[in-house]
């Protein structure tokens, strides 16, 4: 982010690095409430704004989990419309380049990576419409789904997005919104009826309500479960609460999957993730063997047993040289 931001000049609040990293991500020490989490997307937003610096950092990042925690196949989330500069920047060039990222990335590692575009509460339908619509245009190159994310918002109904997320499903795009998080306890509920998805990311409020677990455990939905994340907002109070919400998941049989958020920010990997659930005796080990094959199972990346391979000729003598060649 430090080197993105000097290429493209940005002018920066500070000119030491250490603390530009202190700025933009979350400490134990210092804490931050929910409100305060979001707000440390400003800067990356902000450094990520352009073709070139999309492309970098999609690269990275999708390069980075694989060297750092082995991880082969990876969802990647984020809204391209808040790395545009506010129509500054062409959106169809934002997203192309962010794809260049994910191309590249591949070339190097045997990796499977996918984009979902994340809309955003606080923004009208209109625009939240044209994310959904570019998700849809660029399905065949390797955006795999949408998600609803964002802080609450007064102007923000869950009922408008129905016939959108409908939409999106038709088109062959995996669904997951953000809920039972900062929002009340009814709002999983409330997603789960309106707009069907495949997951819910967090959705820890919904261990509370008795109702909404069966409702997940029946239309088998998996939570995206982000320990650090949650603790780190204020989200969940602490350990002890995560370890009764685990206990209610498996009184209930819900799928769930540890995910790590925003591992940068947050300086947590998925390794991290897990060493804690484990260390502190909330899952078992074949409790997260099990979270990760949920993981894949509800990926929106298409497994590599469903890609169809084309049908091909028998080669001649003289194409095999040529390929080899």
Not at 84 to 101: K, S
Not at 303 to 313: D, G, I, K
Request: proline share 5%; hydrophobic share 40%.
């Amino acid at each position: 982010m430090w080197g993105i931001a000097h290429s493209q000049g940005i002018k920066l609040p500070t000119k030491d690095y250490w603390e530009f990293r202190d700025m933009i991500t979350a400490s134990q020490r210092r804490g931050h409430s929910f409100d305060g989490y979001l707000a440390l997307f400003h800067w990356t937003e902000l450094i990520q704004s352009s073709p070139l610096a999309i492309e970098r950092s999609v690269y990275e990042v999708v390069c980075g989990a694989y060297r750092k925690n082995n991880v082969t196949t990876m969802e990647l989330r984020f809204n391209p419309m808040k790395r545009n500069r506010g129509g500054e920047q062409d959106l169809d060039h934002i997203i192309a380049a962010a794809l260049r990222g994910m191309d590249r990335a591949m070339l190097e590692y045997p990796i499977r990576p996918g984009l979902i575009f994340c809309l955003d509460r606080a923004f009208p339908f209109g625009l939240n419409e044209i994310i959904a619509e570019k998700a849809i245009t660029w399905h065949d190159r390797g955006v795999v789904g949408i998600d609803i994310a964002g802080p609450e918002s007064e102007n923000f109904r869950v009922s408008d997005y129905r016939r959108l997320f409908q939409r999106a499903r038709q088109h062959g795009l995996g669904l997951t919104v953000h809920a039972g998080e900062s929002g009340p306890v009814e709002e999983v509920a409330e997603v789960i009826q309106q707009l069907e998805p495949d997951r819910i990311g967090h959705g820890v409020k919904a261990a509370y309500d008795p109702r909404t677990m069966e409702m997940l455990r029946d239309r088998g939905i998996v939570l995206e479960i982000c320990p650090t994340s949650n603790l780190q907002t204020g989200v969940v109070s602490g350990w002890e609460e995560f370890r009764w919400i685990f206990d209610q998941f498996r009184r209930y049989d819900i799928r769930f999957a540890i995910s790590t958020d925003g591992p940068e920010m947050l300086r947590t990997y998925i390794r991290d993730e897990l060493a804690s659930l484990s260390r502190l005796g909330i899952l078992s080990h074949e409790e997260q063997l099990q979270a990760a094959q949920t993981s894949l199972q509800a990926s929106f990346v298409p497994q590599v047993s469903q890609v169809a391979a084309p049908a091909l000729e028998p080669a001649t003598r003289e194409e095999v040289e040529r390929e080899e060649a």
